[in-house]
Structure formats: structure tokens, C-alpha cells
């Protein structure tokens, strides 16, 4: 079993939708969770971090995170073409980050 | 405020050669740290400095990699010799000392293939 597990994708929703990305972990004691945004052939991008239980918003992004299962996921509201990237999951082990795979997110016009 | 920056972009060299990496990491940042994805694969740590030391360097691959930062500042990461399963996009990141919050910021990557 991977540390960090996402679905590859790619998740294709219409424009104005809710994109609804989600991301498991194996590591019970794992404290700090982020969501990075890359667009192709440039850098990850941090969009949301997150700490506790419940949910964290952050304008049209809201991070959902529920440690007794393990999971953590991330919700975009009035989806936009521009969104159109890989939406990489992260956990911190130790000091360092553990990636998950990414899954591949396609806005339709 | 500068981000985080690396050197160069792309790097094509050929097998047995030797090449360096450079990363700055952003202005006050005592953390850094070098990453790197081959193709096909998730993003995958190589090792961390805090300052000048290396706190953790249990991702490197084999002792044909080696990552300095002299002095606190920007860091290297040299490969010698460069093989072909060498080929990828190296990131560089930086965060801030808080360990329980640890952002961390990344670079543009450099490309390197190794022919």
C-alpha cells in the first residue's frame, strides 16, 4: 500500500461545477496535510493547507479532512478552465513531504 | 519577494557525465529541500537541509548524489557519474523553521535528461 494514495484521473467536470478531489493516507500519526496545484511542466503550487478535523475554505477551495479515516480531500466550487491541473496530496512525515501520485483535473468549457 | 529559484532549467547531458543543481531557496528560509520526479512517478524526497546541515538525507538514491549548502544559503546538488535512471524534474523547496506548519514553497524544477 502507498503512503499517499489520489486517483489518477483524469476527472473531467463541466465549468461551474464542484471538482471533488480526494486523497488517503496510511500513516495514522500524520499531523499536517496540503493540496498543491501544478499546471503542466511548472511547479507545484500550494493552494491549502490543513490541520485539524472538519472543514478549512479558502475562497472557491475547501479542505476536508477526517483523521479517523484517514482522508483529506478537496472541494472546488464554480469550477473554471483554469483549473485545469494536476492536484497533487500531501502528508508530512517526519519533516518532509510524502506525494501522492496527483490526480489530473479537466475543466470543460 | 523572490521565490524560490533553481539552475539551470534544462540540462541534457550524456551518461557518465557529471552535472550540478543549483537551488536559492526564498530570503530566511532555513529549510530546504530537494525532491525529485521521475517520469511516470509521484514527486519523491531526496534529502533536507536546516541551515547548512543536512537533517535528512535518507531519499538519495546512492552516493552518486551529493547536496551541499555551504553557508545557509542556496544549495547544490551534484551528480557524478549521471546515469540514465537519473533522468527527471529535480524540485528544490524551502519552508520556514515551524516544523508542525511546514509550508513549504517550491522552485520551477530543472529538467535533466540524461542521454
Known amino acids: 500500500q502507498k503512503e499517499v494514495e489520489q486517483n489518477s484521473g483524469p476527472l473531467s467536470v463541466p465549468e461551474g461545477a464542484i471538482a471533488s478531489l480526494n486523497c488517503t493516507y496510511s500513516?495514522?500519526?500524520?499531523?499536517?496535510f496540503f493540496w498543491y496545484r501544478q499546471y503542466s511542466g511548472k511547479s507545484p503550487e500550494l493552494i491549502m493547507s490543513?490541520?485539524?478535523?472538519g472543514d478549512k475554505e479558502d475562497g472557491r477551495f475547501t479542505a476536508q479532512l477526517n483523521k479517523a479515516s484517514q482522508y483529506v480531500s478537496l472541494l472546488i466550487r464554480d469550477s473554471q478552465p483554469s483549473d485545469s491541473a494536476t492536484y497533487l496530496c500531501a502528508v508530512i512525515r517526519g519533516q518532509n513531504f510524502v506525494f501522492g501520485p496527483g490526480t489530473r483535473l479537466s475543466v470543460l468549457p | 519577494e523572490a521565490g524560490v529559484t533553481q539552475f539551470p532549467s534544462h540540462s541534457v547531458i550524456e551518461k557518465g557525465q557529471t552535472v550540478t543543481l543549483r537551488c536559492d531557496p526564498i530570503?530566511?528560509?532555513?529549510?530546504l529541500y530537494w525532491y525529485r520526479r521521475v517520469m511516470g512517478k509521484e514527486i519523491k524526497f531526496l534529502l533536507h537541509?536546516?541551515?547548512?546541515?543536512?537533517?535528512?538525507e535518507s531519499g538519495m538514491p546512492n552516493n552518486r548524489f551529493l547536496a551541499e549548502r555551504t553557508g545557509g544559503t542556496y544549495s547544490t546538488l551534484k551528480v557524478q557519474p549521471a546515469e540514465l535512471e537519473d533522468s527527471g524534474v529535480y524540485f528544490c523547496?524551502?519552508?520556514?523553521?515551524?516544523?508542525?506548519?511546514?509550508?513549504?514553497?517550491f522552485g520551477p524544477g530543472t529538467r535533466l535528461t540524461v542521454l
Open positions: 490543513i490541520y485539524s478535523n
Open positions: 530570503s530566511g528560509h532555513d529549510n
Open positions: 537541509f536546516v541551515k547548512e546541515s543536512k537533517q535528512d
Open positions: 523547496a524551502s519552508s520556514q523553521g515551524n516544523w508542525d506548519y511546514n509550508e513549504q514553497f
Open positions: 500513516d495514522r500519526v500524520s499531523q499536517s
